[in-house]
């Protein structure tokens, strides 16, 4: 069974930075695009960053300059180095990867999410 777990998120202050990890774990053929989003009371979810297998970067307009989203293959692993952060940022940032699994036996692509993390950004 796949899953992705983050890491890294807290309290800040605002101008501070915070580095998130998500690690994904499991049954593991290939991986193809992982990514951050995040969700803000009373808000939808949108995206922040994501990053393609082969590296290729995305960025929200809202978070280029501050934001740079990476990836390690060969541990299954994104990252979010996140650096002048301001209060708009807290938000509960949620790790997603497409992800070719077997599941009841038969090998197929996964859209999996993480537990999400905290990320509060003070005044």
């Known amino acids: 069974q796949v899953q992705l777990v983050e890491s890294g998120g807290g309290l800040v202050q605002a101008g501070g930075s915070l580095r998130l990890s998500c690690v994904a774990s499991?049954?593991?053929?290939?991986?193809?695009?992982m990514g951050w989003y995040r969700q803000s009371t009373g808000k939808q979810r949108e995206v922040v960053a994501v990053?393609?297998?082969?590296?290729?970067?995305t960025l929200a307009d809202s978070v280029k300059g501050r934001f740079t989203i990476s990836r390690d293959n060969a541990k299954n692993t994104v990252y979010l180095q996140m650096s002048s952060l301001q209060p708009e940022d807290t938000a509960v940032y949620y790790c997603?990867?497409?992800?070719?699994?077997?599941?009841?036996?038969?090998?197929?692509?996964?859209?999996?999410w993480g537990q999400g993390t905290q990320v509060t950004v003070s005044s």
């Open positions: 499991g049954t593991i053929f290939s991986i193809n695009d």
């Open positions: 990053v393609s297998s082969s590296g290729g970067t």
């Open positions: 997603n990867a497409a992800i070719r699994t077997i599941r009841t036996g038969i090998l197929t692509w996964s859209n999996m």
